[in-house]
């Protein structure tokens, strides 16, 4: 990493490096997926410069909008969609990201193992689980989250690399992660994707390998209607 890195970078990486520490033994590879929705080219362009390569985008077209051009410049970038996918979006998707978060419905699956064969990208996938069963988000119940990642895996012929959920607001998150974590383990899905600016050091303390941080990193928001 070059000294023009961002002080947010440096600061989470540290607190990252140091949850690993306390938590793990041996401590499990956590992955920084850098969460840049909202945030323009220029905002992005010094993270990149300053070495970090794994980034979070919720909307296929905000994605579309941004990355070609960054890319040209960073080829060795590591595209995550962490929002939600309709199934019409599914192509573009798959030709623009390189890690799919949020395989939550059958259809979704189906048709994103469809446009994976048609253009010869096989990606890794992970499975949203709606951890706290709220109604306005998305997410497999759990109940019935390792049954479809067995079907993703048998039926549609899906890489499931792991996990990934998005706690309720506002009470304590481990025993959400703790949850997704044992769910992964019966499913026998390694990664796990949990954690965000507020609460990334539970999530590792509870296995997270992959952590995704917006805000802590690039600023606030303007909050999304
Ligand atoms: C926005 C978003 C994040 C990052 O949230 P922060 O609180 O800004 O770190 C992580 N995961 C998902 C799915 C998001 O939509």
New binding site residues.
């Given amino acids: 990493m070059d000294t023009a890195a961002p002080d947010s970078l440096i600061n989470i990486r540290h607190r990252i490096t140091a949850a690993q520490r306390r938590f793990g033994a041996p401590p499990q590879v956590v992955e920084l997926v850098a969460?840049s929705?909202t945030f323009p080219v220029e905002a992005i362009e010094p993270f990149l410069a300053a070495g970090q390569r794994v980034f979070?985008e919720?909307r296929v077209q905000e994605a579309q909008a941004k990355w070609p051009e960054l890319r040209a410049r960073y080829s060795d970038v590591e595209l995550h969609l962490?929002?939600p996918l309709q199934t019409n979006k599914a192509r573009d998707a798959v030709e623009l990201f390189d890690v799919i978060q949020t395989v939550d419905r059958d259809k979704l699956a189906g048709v994103l193992a469809v446009e994976m064969a048609r253009l010869g990208r096989r990606l890794p996938c992970f499975v949203q689980v709606n951890i706290g069963m709220e109604t306005q988000k998305a997410g497999i119940p759990p109940a019935e989250a390792v049954a479809f990642v067995e079907r993703c895996r048998t039926v549609h012929q899906l890489e499931i690399a792991g996990l990934m959920c998005?706690p309720p607001d506002g009470v304590p998150p481990g025993p959400y992660f703790a949850h997704l974590a044992e769910l992964a383990k019966a499913a026998n899905a390694s990664q796990l994707s949990m954690g965000?600016?507020?609460d990334f050091e539970t999530a590792i303390a509870m296995g997270a390998t992959y952590v995704?941080?917006?805000?802590?990193l690039f600023g606030g928001r303007p909050a999304i209607p």
């Fill in positions: 969460v929705k979070g919720n962490i929002g998005i965000m600016s507020g995704r941080v917006g805000s802590a």
